[in-house]
């Protein structure tokens, strides 16, 4: 279901960085464009954003601007549209024991613990290793007025959360972090169609995924959920 979301943008200013190694394709340089962090975002403002590819990342949102180099394409499923794969299928059906609930606060310790064990054991050779508490306050842990957490828990315990925001027109998959010892369970992949069926329910549009990156493996499970829009040119283009 779509919303009128017409705000103001002309007063909005944005900030460049300086060239930096990119963090998905190697010997690339990469530029982001930052809106001023000082600028008053409600949520209108930042979903009008995210339909022109902008995407939040802590308490920053942001969009590619790298000068000869166009690889980050803004990526969103049209939930109504949506049709599960086969494998898609005996994922949900593998993870029907493990609950899922919304919830707008959190037990920080918990949730850090989960956080530590996922980027320090999946994402050792990235730019967030080795986690830390305040890279986690600053990440997940100041949650805006739209973000929601979802959390999947099997037998009471925690095994994954996935932190996204509910826009004007659908809800935006900010980060998914999850237990490594239970990888045959698929748990990002189960926490991206939950998601989607939440959209659904709600009568959203859309389930934003943020960048997907054509020669970046860890990148490559986006294109798995069809259809697909891609944002190129100032237009979004299904797939």
Same mark, same amino acid.
């Given at each position: 279901?779509?919303?009128?979301?017409?705000?103001?943008?002309?007063?909005?200013?944005?900030?460049?960085?300086?060239?930096?190694?990119?963090?998905?394709?190697?010997?690339?340089?990469?530029?982001?464009?930052?809106?001023? &962090? @000082?600028? &008053?975002?409600?949520?209108?403002?930042?979903?009008?954003? /995210?339909?022109?590819?902008?995407?939040?990342? #802590?308490?920053? !949102?942001?969009? *590619?601007?790298?000068?000869?180099?166009?690889?980050?394409? *803004?990526?969103?499923? &049209?939930?109504?549209?949506?049709? *599960?794969?086969?494998?898609?299928?005996?994922?949900?059906?593998?993870?029907?024991?493990?609950?899922?609930?919304?919830?707008?606060? !959190?037990? *920080?310790?918990?949730?850090?613990?989960?956080?530590?064990?996922?980027?320090?054991?999946?994402?050792?050779?990235?730019?967030?290793?080795?986690?830390?508490?305040?890279?986690?306050?600053?990440?997940? #842990?100041?949650?805006?007025?739209?973000?929601?957490? !979802?959390?999947?828990?099997?037998? #009471?315990?925690?095994?994954?959360?996935?932190?996204?925001?509910?826009?004007?027109? #659908?809800? /935006?998959?900010?980060?998914?972090?999850?237990? &490594?010892?239970?990888?045959?369970?698929?748990?990002?992949?189960?926490? !991206?169609?939950?998601?989607?069926?939440?959209?659904?329910?709600?009568?959203?549009?859309?389930?934003?995924?943020?960048?997907?990156?054509?020669?970046?493996? @860890?990148?490559?499970?986006?294109? @798995?959920?069809?259809?697909?829009?891609?944002?190129?040119?100032?237009?979004?283009?299904?797939?």
């Amino acid at each position: 279901m779509s919303r009128d979301i017409t705000p103001d943008l002309h007063k909005i200013q944005l900030y460049l960085t300086e060239a930096h190694p990119c963090s998905y394709l190697e010997d690339k340089q990469a530029t982001t464009a930052f809106v001023d &962090p @000082k600028h &008053p975002l409600d949520t209108a403002t930042y979903s009008h954003l /995210s339909t022109m590819g902008f995407r939040r990342s #802590g308490q920053y !949102i942001y969009a *590619p601007r790298c000068a000869s180099c166009k690889s980050c394409i *803004p990526v969103r499923v &049209p939930v109504s549209g949506f049709k *599960p794969t086969r494998s898609q299928k005996r994922c949900l059906k593998r993870n029907l024991d493990i609950s899922a609930n919304i919830e707008a606060n !959190i037990d *920080p310790d918990e949730h850090y613990a989960l956080y530590q064990k996922y980027i320090d054991t999946r994402h050792s050779d990235g730019d967030m290793y080795p986690a830390t508490l305040t890279q986690y306050r600053d990440f997940i #842990g100041k949650p805006w007025e739209c973000t929601r957490f !979802i959390e999947f828990r099997l037998d #009471g315990k925690l095994i994954a959360c996935a932190v996204s925001d509910w826009l004007d027109d #659908g809800l /935006s998959a900010i980060y998914t972090y999850y237990d &490594p010892d239970l990888s045959a369970r698929s748990l990002g992949t189960l926490a !991206i169609l939950r998601q989607i069926q939440m959209a659904q329910e709600q009568e959203f549009d859309y389930l934003y995924l943020g960048y997907w990156i054509r020669d970046s493996v @860890k990148m490559a499970y986006k294109s @798995k959920f069809r259809p697909a829009e891609l944002y190129i040119e100032n237009r979004w283009l299904r797939i």
